[in-house]
C-alpha cells in the first residue's frame, strides 16, 4: 500500500503569492491533519480534517486555509505569501479522528521556500 | 497550553555508548504521549505511544518509559543507522483540536562508528 502522498516535494514562490500544497492519505484513511516545520523545530499543528469537515485548527493567521474533498484527499492552501512561510509541510493521516496505538502517518512532505 | 521541551538539543555518541533522550510535558490532560523518528528531508515515523505513568515500551534498541511530567527515549548500544531526529509529542484529553499533537523541537543524534 501506498504511504502518505504529498505534492509537490519542493516549490519555490515570491513573496506575496499564493500556494496551494496536496495530500493522499492512506486508503481508508479519513482523517488528514497538516503541520509546518520550520527548520531546527518541531512540527506546529495547523489544520485537521475529518470526514471533510475542519476539527481543529491551530495558531495560523487567515492566510492559511484547506479542505477534504470527498475522497479524503487535501489541500493547504497559503495566501500572500510571507518569508516566515518557508518550511516544510507535513501532511498526516489517520484512520480515526484521534488515534493512539499506531500514531499517525506522515508524508514526506513538501518544501517550501519563499524568496 | 500544552508544552513540551527535549533535552538535550544534540547528542553526539560512539557507537555502542548507551544513554537517553528526555521529554519534559505541560498538559492539562494527558491522552498519549509520542514518539517519533525524523530522517534529513523525510516525514517523522511513528515509533511509540504511551499511555500512563509507569508505562514502558521497547523496540530494538529503543526503550520509552513515561513519567507523570517527563519521558525518557533509552537507546541502549546504538548503531550508526539510529543517527537521526528524535521527536516527542503529546496529545491532550478534550478540546477543540482534539487530534491535535504538540510537538518538542527535537533532540538531533549522532552516531559515530
Known amino acids: 500500500d501506498a504511504g502518505v502522498t504529498q505534492s509537490p516535494t519542493h516549490l519555490i514562490k515570491t513573496r506575496g503569492q499564493h500556494v496551494t500544497l496536496r495530500c493522499s492519505p492512506i486508503?481508508?484513511?479519513?482523517?488528514v491533519s497538516w503541520y509546518q516545520q520550520v527548520l531546527g523545530q518541531g512540527p506546529q499543528f495547523i489544520f485537521q480534517?475529518?470526514?471533510?469537515?475542519?476539527?481543529g485548527r491551530g495558531n495560523f493567521p487567515d492566510r492559511f486555509s484547506a479542505r477534504q474533498f470527498p475522497n479524503y484527499s487535501s489541500e493547504l492552501n497559503v495566501n500572500a505569501l510571507l518569508l516566515g512561510d518557508s518550511a516544510l509541510y507535513l501532511c498526516?493521516?489517520?484512520?480515526?479522528?484521534?488515534?493512539?496505538?499506531?500514531?499517525?502517518?506522515f508524508g514526506s512532505g513538501t518544501r517550501l521556500t519563499v524568496v | 497550553e500544552d508544552q513540551v521541551t527535549q533535552s538535550p538539543e544534540a547528542l553526539r555518541l560512539q557507537e555502542g555508548e548507551s544513554s537517553s533522550l528526555n521529554c519534559s510535558y505541560t498538559?492539562?490532560?494527558?491522552?498519549?504521549l509520542f514518539w517519533y523518528r525524523q530522517d534529513p528531508g523525510k516525514g517523522p515515523e511513528f515509533l511509540f505511544t504511551?499511555?500512563?505513568a509507569g508505562e514502558e515500551k521497547e523496540k530494538e534498541r529503543l526503550k520509552a518509559t513515561l513519567t507523570k511530567k517527563e519521558s525518557f527515549l533509552h537507546i541502549t548500544a546504538p548503531k550508526p543507522e539510529d543517527s537521526a531526529t528524535y521527536l516527542c509529542?503529546?496529545?491532550?484529553?478534550?478540546?477543540?483540536?482534539?487530534?491535535?499533537?504538540?510537538f518538542g523541537q527535537g533532540t538531533i543524534l549522532t552516531v559515530h562508528p
Open positions: 486508503s481508508g484513511h479519513k482523517s
Open positions: 509529542a503529546v496529545q491532550a484529553e478534550g478540546g477543540t483540536s482534539y487530534g491535535k499533537l504538540t
Open positions: 480534517y475529518y470526514e471533510k469537515e475542519e476539527r
Open positions: 498538559v492539562s490532560g494527558l491522552r498519549g
Open positions: 504511551l499511555y500512563s
Open positions: 498526516a493521516s489517520s484512520l480515526m479522528y484521534s488515534t493512539l496505538n499506531y500514531g499517525y502517518t
